[in-house]
């Protein structure tokens, strides 16, 4: 079961790179990494998705070490508009219902 | 291409009482997951629809189910409504079957049980 873990809140300015790290010690061979980031009242939209090594894309880079155990979401100059909940899931598309969990997800406030 | 559809947006029920929302996922889309939502316990999986047939379930009681259609709108029902069950139900569509697949939300139904 790959539970995952990340800070409650973080906070940055606005121009600054952001760094989430989400910690999955126990994910497995078939799990990918999945990055979510929800806006009050709407639902969460994806973001970014990886295996391994660096995945980048128009919004977001991924970064995943070797041994998978952990990642890191990367967020280069953030504006007041990134101020959001991101959340980090692990699993695979044959994963059971039960493991799929949001978790509380890392509440980032952007300032000016 | 329009994006997925929940109606209602607001619903206020009673105890005892049982609501249907409803989902119409993107165009093309034949996956459909439901979940809950509250500040208590964060968002949590319901269950997964894919082709009409139930794919994944998560930990919720029976008065939880939901169904899909041929066009691949789907509906949730929840019979017998308690408090704890005011929450926002968010939908969610995507092109393959999976859970990790990328997900595309809706805005969500605020459920208010009174």
């Known amino acids: 079961l790959a539970k995952t873990t990340q800070p409650i809140s973080m906070d940055s300015y606005e121009g600054q790179e952001v760094n989430i790290t989400c910690s999955h010690n126990n994910i497995a061979t078939n799990d990918y990494i999945t990055w979510y980031q929800q806006f009050p009242s709407q639902g969460p939209r994806f973001i970014i998705q990886g295996y391994k090594t660096k995945v980048t894309n128009e919004v977001a880079s991924l970064f995943i070490p070797a041994d998978r155990k952990s990642s890191t979401l990367s967020l280069p100059r953030v504006s007041l508009s990134d101020t959001a909940v991101y959340y980090c899931l692990v699993g695979d598309s044959l994963s059971s219902a039960s493991k799929i969990i949001f978790g509380s997800g890392t509440r980032l406030s952007i300032r000016p | 291409k329009a994006g997925v559809t929940q109606t209602p947006r607001y619903l206020i029920k009673t105890r005892g009482q049982q609501v249907t929302l409803s989902c119409s996922p993107i165009?093309?889309?034949?996956?459909v997951s439901w979940y809950q939502q509250t500040p208590g316990q964060g968002l949590q999986f319901l269950f997964e629809y894919f082709s009409e047939t139930q794919r994944n379930k998560g930990n919720f009681p029976g008065r939880f189910s939901g169904r899909q259609f041929s066009n691949s709108r789907s509906e949730m029902n929840v019979s017998t409504l308690e408090l704890g069950d005011s929450a926002l139900y968010l939908c969610a569509s995507s092109l393959g079957q999976g859970l990790y697949s990328e997900q595309f939300f809706g805005p969500g139904t605020r459920l208010t049980v009174l």
């Open positions: 165009s093309g889309h034949r996956s």
